[in-house]
């Protein structure tokens, strides 16, 4: 079974739609994450939840939205996309400071 | 506060040789080093870790990485590259009150055949 899962893989859309990627583990962990990957291999932390609370939320455009309904859980929801929001976004999760379990990624490009 | 560096955004090495990338860090508290790869299209995976104990620790690949606390370095080594190594890394820092990490830049490794 895969532990961090992301859904879609790849995402296509246009300038100014909504869009939502979704995040699930079933590693029982306490804490999870988005991440953004710029085309340069640069990992930027973006979010972090432990135990469905916000406890990292970094400079990011108030256009980017997580949610996370319960601890297995945490969905990322972009309004308005722009250009420069086209990058690859990781899932990651992890009980308190250990190991870390990313997902496969969603690699979204707007156009 | 803590901060990563990662010394060469590019390293190549020829197949059979030392496999040597270097991570430095700052810490205002006992850290965990972390050493992650990441191959194309994929996401990343933990190749080793340190948290308390030993020193130098091993990881999967034949990986290995020395925590030195004098030197605030957790530099990454493989005794002889092999070309499935081609891939990111990146060396990532974590206090161990769990509230604070970050991920180095990366450094992207090519293996020569």
């Known amino acids: 079974d895969t532990a961090v899962s992301q859904t879609p893989k790849y995402l296509v859309t246009q300038m100014g739609n909504d869009k939502s990627i979704k995040c699930e583990q079933n590693?029982?962990?306490?804490?999870m994450y988005w991440y953004k990957q710029d085309s340069k291999k640069f990992l930027k932390i973006m979010f972090s939840?432990?135990?469905?609370?916000?406890?990292i939320n970094e400079t990011v455009p108030n256009r980017f939205s997580p949610k996370s309904p319960d601890k297995a859980h945490l969905n990322l929801h972009i309004n308005s996309l722009e250009l420069g929001d086209s990058a690859v976004y990781f899932c990651?999760?992890?009980?308190?400071?250990?190991?870390?379990?990313f997902g496969p990624g969603t690699r979204l490009t707007v156009l | 506060a803590q901060s990563v560096t990662q010394l060469g955004s590019h390293v190549s090495v020829s197949e059979g040789a030392l496999v040597l990338l270097r991570c430095n860090y700052s810490?205002?508290?006992?850290?965990?080093l972390f050493w992650y790869v990441q191959y194309p299209n994929q996401g990343l995976q933990l190749l080793l870790k340190?948290?308390?104990?030993?020193?130098l620790v091993k990881g999967i690949n034949g990986f290995e990485a020395e925590f030195k606390k004098s030197e605030t370095s957790f530099h990454l080594t493989k005794p002889s590259a092999h070309m499935s190594d081609a891939a990111e890394y990146f060396c990532?820092?974590?206090?161990?009150?769990?509230?604070?990490?970050?991920f180095g830049t990366g450094t992207s490794l090519t293996v020569i055949p």
């Open positions: 810490s205002s508290v006992p850290p965990y």
């Open positions: 340190y948290t308390t104990g030993a020193t």
């Open positions: 990532a820092v974590i206090a161990n009150t769990g509230n604070q990490f970050y």
């Open positions: 590693l029982g962990h306490d804490t």
């Open positions: 990651a999760s992890s009980h308190y400071a250990d190991t870390q379990y």
């Open positions: 939840y432990n135990n469905k609370e916000l406890i």
